[in-house]
């Protein structure tokens, strides 16, 4: 069997799985702050764990072995449908605007009055540090949740 200089022993290998359940963690402690203020220093640790987590699946993935690889594959697949699910309701939500100006144009031949947004949690879905958020903990889901059926 040849030398391969980065082959990691079960020390890393370890060491990678537990990072990522300790991110997922740490991003669940991050949407908790989006609504009740933590300290400071504790929002400073969990993004720092939650960008390293990310980092360790998109730029070291390939350093531990296929299986983690695979982990790594599923909670992307779950981020890109949850970013497909976020753009197409912002497509119908784009198209209900649309439609109720032209609408209202049309019928009385003038500006459409203000009207209420169409969901109720529209601020937070417009916040890109949300948005992040939620597609990080998608990817975190999507990993845990291919590692823990792999086990059952």
């Known amino acids: 069997m040849p030398y391969q200089p980065n082959t990691p022993d079960r020390y890393n290998r370890e060491?990678?799985?537990?990072?990522?359940?300790?991110?997922?963690?740490?991003?669940?402690?991050?949407?908790f702050d989006v609504f009740i203020a933590l300290p400071n220093i504790?929002?400073?640790?969990?993004?720092?764990?939650v960008v390293g987590g990310l980092l360790v699946a998109g730029l070291m993935a390939s350093r531990?072995?296929?299986?983690?690889?695979?982990?790594?594959?599923?909670?992307?697949?779950?981020?890109?449908?949850?970013?497909?699910?976020?753009?197409?309701?912002?497509l119908f939500n784009a198209g209900y605007?649309?439609?109720?100006?032209?609408?209202?144009?049309?019928?009385?031949?003038?500006?459409?009055?203000?009207?209420?947004p169409l969901i109720a949690l529209s601020p937070l879905l417009t916040d890109g540090y949300v948005v992040a958020l939620s597609f990080a903990m998608l990817f975190f889901l999507g990993f845990a949740y291919a590692s823990l059926r792999a086990r059952w």
């Open 97 to 116: 605007d649309t439609g109720y100006g032209a609408g209202f144009a049309l019928g009385s031949e003038g500006m459409a009055p203000e009207r209420e």
């Open 42 to 49: 504790v929002r400073v640790l969990a993004m720092g764990s």
């Open 64 to 90: 531990v072995d296929d299986y983690f690889r695979a982990l790594c594959y599923s909670g992307q697949q779950w981020t890109v449908s949850g970013i497909a699910a976020y753009l197409l309701f912002y």
């Open 15 to 31: 060491q990678s799985f537990r990072y990522m359940f300790l991110s997922l963690g740490a991003n669940c402690v991050l949407i």
